[in-house]
């Protein structure tokens, strides 16, 4: 029988199937062969012994959390407490162009800022627009609940920005934990302890404690380059350029021309030195 992994607990591993829901344990040889089931996974098991049989291949898959086969990450992404972070922004997104998962920029506490601010929060969100990147506020839910059909999403971001409140709004039947931010600290505490799959609205939706694999020095530096999609516009003369200290770079140019947001290729700089 060809089931889905939901939730894992210890050893035991939810899986979902036509059949409704049970719970299996895996094969002896999985350890013995090093292979670790993940929330997300497609696999075959026998309904009668309550046995994973096989892991099936995945489309993608992530280390921390472990979690397979998304197509969709929604980047939860606050103005205010915790403050905007267009690094951390950019760390999520090309962490989910590395793995083939596209992004989704949604906007919590617009709110908290003034006219302003928010005048100013959006031109910046324009050029992410203009990269192809939709950028939505948490509450367009009718728009979210569309883009959640069909699809299996993800939905990480700044610790306090509000995940898990917007999930409990996508489905208040759910009543995921949520946290307040810590003045003293200015992040959030972590309420999402258990990776888990939801079904919503023809889809499926993981809520996770956030992706903590943001170390780029885990990554091919010419990986991490690609990553930056603005940057294929400009086609450099050495197709190895890595828009550094190159002469004649036209990703340079363009950043020094304004075609490139500065802060995205000064994030690139620091993520291709692992930091």
């Known amino acids: 029988m060809k089931g889905q992994i939901v939730k894992i607990i210890s050893d035991l591993h939810v899986i979902s199937y036509p059949g409704g829901i049970l719970n299996c344990k895996c094969r002896g040889k999985f350890r013995k062969e090093n292979i670790t089931p993940q929330v997300g996974d497609y696999v075959i098991f026998d309904v009668g012994k309550k046995v994973i049989e096989q892991i099936l291949p995945r489309k993608n898959t992530f280390k921390r959390p472990k979690v397979s086969n998304i197509d969709q990450g929604f980047l939860i992404t606050s103005l205010k407490t ?16 590395l793995h083939h998962v596209t992004p989704i920029i949604c906007i919590t506490k617009k709110d908290l800022l003034s006219k302003e601010q928010l005048d100013e929060v959006n031109q910046t969100l324009d050029y992410y627009k203009k990269l192809g990147y939709q950028v939505i506020f948490n509450d367009e839910i009718y728009l979210i609940k569309n883009l959640l059909r069909g699809k299996t999403s993800v939905f990480t971001g700044q610790t306090g920005a509000g995940k898990s409140t917007l999930l409990n709004q996508l489905n208040p039947s759910w009543s995921l934990e949520t946290g307040e931010v810590s003045t003293a600290l200015g992040r959030g505490r972590h309420t999402t302890r258990v990776v888990e799959l939801f079904q919503i609205n023809d889809g499926k939706v993981l809520d996770t404690p956030g992706f903590s694999a943001l170390d780029f020095s885990l990554y091919d530096k ?21 828009h ?23 994030h690139y700089l620091r993520f291709i030195e692992g930091k």
Do not use: G, H, T
């Not at 915790?82 to 162009?97: A, C, R, T, Y």
């Not at 363009?254 to 290729?265: E, G, K, L, P």
């Open 244 to 266: 550094q200290k190159e002469a004649e770079c036209m990703v340079k140019k363009a950043v020094n021309d304004n075609n490139i947001i500065r802060s995205r290729y000064n």
């Open 82 to 97: 915790p403050d905007f972070s267009l690094n951390l922004l950019d760390k999520l997104i090309v962490l989910m162009e």
């Open 222 to 242: 010419d990986k991490i380059r690609d990553a930056f999609i603005e940057f294929r516009k400009y086609p450099c003369i050495y197709q190895d350029c890595m």
